[in-house]
């Protein structure tokens, strides 16, 4: 019996493009299980939340970023960790998510999260302040496992490759939970 593909939609919440975030979001990419897919959604072009803008209709990006979450299995958002909380670009986007009641893409939507930081706190607080979000957004939010990623600049090479063997590890580790956490949720 062929397993069905899973589809997740990543995105990180850094505008870098040497970011070491979007960096574990490719890693993820190819370390994903066989049936799972996940696309890469890029934050850059979002506006920020203006509830005026959206009364008039949202932006072509917003409505392409709201129904890609739709479109999806779960998520798995990267995330740095600036001053201690998570960057503004990625808050922005999830205010724009969460809009719509009954129908917003992030209600029940299952979720992963991991980041990493030059730091040694492995984007803990970061993370934290993001379940916090997500919880309010009623999505399914992975409690476990937690992949927290310190002195992130000590585990690529200068191509943006991946080179520390246990964080790769903990990323299997974290897709294969997803794999299981979407499954839980679709029986």
């Known amino acids: 019996m062929l397993k069905q593909q899973i589809n997740v939609l990543g995105f990180a919440g850094s505008l870098r493009k040497d970011s070491f975030n979007r960096a574990l979001l490719r890693e993820a990419i190819n370390l994903s299980p066989e049936e799972m897919k996940i696309t890469d ?13 959206e009364k008039a209709e949202d932006p072509d990006i917003v409505t392409t970023f709201k129904d890609a979450i739709r479109e999806a299995d779960a998520l798995l958002i990267v995330t740095p960790e600036y001053n201690n909380a998570i960057p503004g670009v990625l808050k922005n986007a999830l205010d724009w998510a ?27 607080q970061a993370q934290a302040q993001l379940r916090q979000t997500l919880i309010t957004t009623r999505s399914l939010v992975m409690v476990e496992p937690q992949v927290l990623i310190s002195e992130v600049h000590r585990k690529f090479d200068e191509q943006g490759h991946l080179t520390d063997e246990k964080t790769g590890q903990y990323i299997q580790r974290l897709l294969n939970g997803l794999e299981d956490w979407i499954k839980h949720f679709n029986k």
């Open 41 to 53: 959604f890029d934050l850059t072009e979002i506006p920020m939340f203006n509830e005026d803008v």
């Open 98 to 124: 969460s809009r719509g009641g009954k129908e917003a893409p992030l209600l029940k939507k299952p979720i992963a999260i991991m980041g990493g930081t030059p730091g040694r706190a492995g984007t803990a």
